[in-house]
């Protein structure tokens, strides 16, 4: 009786598959940060920057396109102290709070455009069949205004054209033998393909599994600590609590009542109080249309600094400089995700 009870009420509501895809893309990019690729990407880009305007752009831009295979979180984790060095190392922290928010934005928004870039995609991935074609369909405007828009804020800053010199050295990972980092590359190539798979359906979820659990104990078996384990117990929370509300029956009706045909205002407002992966979870269970809600939880990222909790984590990073007035860090994150957020909600009302 009790083991009914715990299959029916607990394991049956929780989605392995997105559980253990989540974990092998942790450990598998925590691997290749390890190697320090991420942080020479970074270094060799904003090496040719000889203006303000060109390095906030290097670093903005770069992390809009690195979150899209690494998360916007782990983006955040490569990107934000590597960015605090290199302000400080050319006497501009003055502008630490504008770029920091930019990246912050840039990394919750360009994440959208794949469905590895953030732990919502992910889940809704799975839990629709949504294949690439209709993925890519329903992300990309919201992605390309987000570019321009990231692209607007730049560029129209008024001491853009002020000068820097960027030391072409800053410190990077020790990563050991040249043998031994192009056998480790290798497998994390490997690894990373092998999630893709089955990430795309090409390949079950358990193979995927096994197969990476295997090459990580063989190639570094620390990697297993560098998986945000909180990030997959607050999953499995959700999933069990979700899964059993939306078996009463009459708060079932009422909840697709509510989200039905308002998919995408729906995620964006509850995201604003839940953050975007818990409401990505919850409304996953009322309702069909699935391309809505990807793209009103993703745009939900945007506006309270909880609607994506990787935005915390820029705050963190930022919090912990010399000087740093985490008052008017908030307030100017707030002014421009409100921007961000009236943009986009724009675009879907012109492109539904």
Same mark, same amino acid.
């Given at each position: ?177 040249? !043998? *031994? ?6 497998? %994390?190539?490997?690894? $990373? =393909?092998? +999630?893709?798979? @089955? #990430?795309?359906? &090409? ?123 985490? !008052? *008017? ?6 002014? %421009?995700?409100?921007? $961000? =957020?009236? +943009?986009?909600? @724009? #675009?879907?009302? &012109?492109?539904?």
């Amino acid at each position: 009786m009790k083991e009914l009870f715990v299959y029916r009420y607990i394991i049956d509501k929780i989605d392995i598959g997105t559980l253990a895809i989540l974990f092998c893309l942790m450990a598998v990019v925590a691997g290749f940060d390890s190697l320090g690729y991420f942080d020479r990407i970074a270094s060799r880009l904003i090496q040719k920057a000889s203006t303000l305007r060109l390095l906030m752009m290097s670093v903005v831009m770069s992390i809009f396109f690195l979150s899209m295979l690494v998360t916007n979180d782990v983006g955040l984790i490569i990107m934000v102290p590597f960015t605090i060095q290199v302000f400080h190392t050319v006497g501009r922290s003055d502008k630490l709070i504008k770029v920091i928010v930019l990246e912050t934005i840039a990394a919750n928004l360009g994440s959208m455009l794949t469905p590895i870039g953030n732990p919502q995609n992910v889940y809704l991935y799975q839990h629709y069949h949504l294949g690439l074609p209709s993925f890519t369909r329903a992300v990309l405007p919201y992605a390309l205004a987000s570019a321009a828009l990231l692209a607007v804020f730049v560029l129209c800053d008024a001491q853009g054209k002020a000068a820097v010199h960027v030391r072409k050295t800053f410190a990077q990972k020790e990563t050991g033998a040249a !043998g *031994k980092r192009k056998y480790l590359t290798a497998v %994390y190539l490997f690894l $990373f =393909l092998i +999630c893709i798979c @089955a #990430v795309m359906d &090409v390949i079950h979820y358990g193979i995927m599994l096994a197969v990476v659990a295997v090459g990580l104990a063989a190639a570094n078996r620390r990697l297993f600590r560098a998986v945000n384990y909180a990030l997959l117990g607050k999953f499995v929370v959700l999933f069990v609590v979700v899964g059993n509300l939306a078996d009463i029956s009459w708060i079932g009706q009422h909840l697709q009542a509510l989200v039905s045909g308002n998919e995408f205002f729906a995620g964006v407002a509850l995201s604003q109080l839940l953050s975007n992966v818990p409401t990505a979870i919850i409304l996953s269970k009322f309702t069909s249309n699935g391309a809505e809600l990807l793209t009103g939880v993703n745009v939900g990222g945007l506006g309270t600094l909880i609607a994506s909790m990787a935005s915390v984590i820029s705050l963190e990073y930022y919090g912990k400089t010399q000087g740093a007035q985490k !008052g *008017k860090y908030v307030a100017r994150f707030t002014l %421009y995700n409100v921007i $961000f =957020l009236v +943009c986009l909600i @724009a #675009v879907h009302c &012109v492109c539904p």
